[in-house]
T-cell receptor, first 115, second 110 residues
């Protein structure tokens, strides 16, 4: 158990819909990262938050957004869903020194299926 | 930008030794990580190299050559439970998170 909690574990929805994925980082970790993993692409970095502020942005679509709340949990919002958005979405946390990348602790992931 | 290459698949026999290679091109290098990921599960940390040389941790060892942009993960005394994907990831200084390679799927056979 990494200490990172993600909900829901599985989600099935239809194209055009909107979903919210939730992540609670390890106690004491200030940084939260979101990654998308599909079969042919590997782990793709989406976005990072550090202590409530956006710190880095990767290949995140405009239809996707995220935030980190004062209690440090984070939500990833995916809207206008397309078939290609079906993937495993991982949240990871770290102690979060903003200048040095450290070991990441991953949650179990949220498997999104768009039909 | 960054480029990380590792073989897509490997097969090895139980009890044997396997070496999984990773080459990378990056700027501001700040360490190389190896993660293990069983199918459908979360990646878990295996090793971290920031200086050249070999880091040994039980049955697993990881090697880094910064001048060559090269690392390998060595798994000894392979067990069936070692069947998993092994992800090479590069850390960078500055506000950039880990960048992962596509992973090497290792199958351990009897």
């Amino acid at each position: 158990d990494s200490g990172v909690t993600q909900t829901p574990k599985h989600l099935i929805t239809a194209t055009g819909q909107r979903v919210t994925l939730r992540c609670s980082p390890r106690s004491g970790d200030l940084s939260v990262y979101w990654y998308q993993q599909s079969l042919d692409q590997g782990l793709q970095f989406l976005i990072q938050y550090y202590n409530g502020e956006e710190r880095a942005k990767g290949n995140i679509l405009e239809r996707f957004s995220a935030q980190q709340f004062p209690d440090l949990h984070s939500e990833l919002n995916l809207s206008s869903l397309e078939l290609g958005d079906s993937a495993l979405y991982f949240c990871a946390s770290s102690v979060g020194n903003s200048r040095i990348t450290g070991e990441l602790f991953f949650g179990e992931g949220s498997r999104l299926t768009v039909l | 930008g960054q480029n990380i290459d590792q073989p897509t698949e490997m097969t090895a026999t139980e009890g044997a030794i396997v070496q999984i290679n990773c080459t990378y091109q990056t700027s501001g290098f700040n360490g190389l990580f190896w993660y293990q990921q069983h199918a459908g599960e979360a990646p878990t940390f295996l090793s971290y190299n920031v200086l050249d040389g070999l880091e040994e941790k039980g049955r697993f060892s990881s090697f880094l050559s910064r001048s060559k942009g090269y690392s390998y993960l060595l798994l000894k005394e392979l067990q069936m439970k070692d069947s998993a994907s092994y992800l090479c990831a590069v850390g960078n200084s500055g506000n950039t998170p880990l960048v992962f390679g596509k992973g090497t799927r290792l199958s351990v056979i009897a």
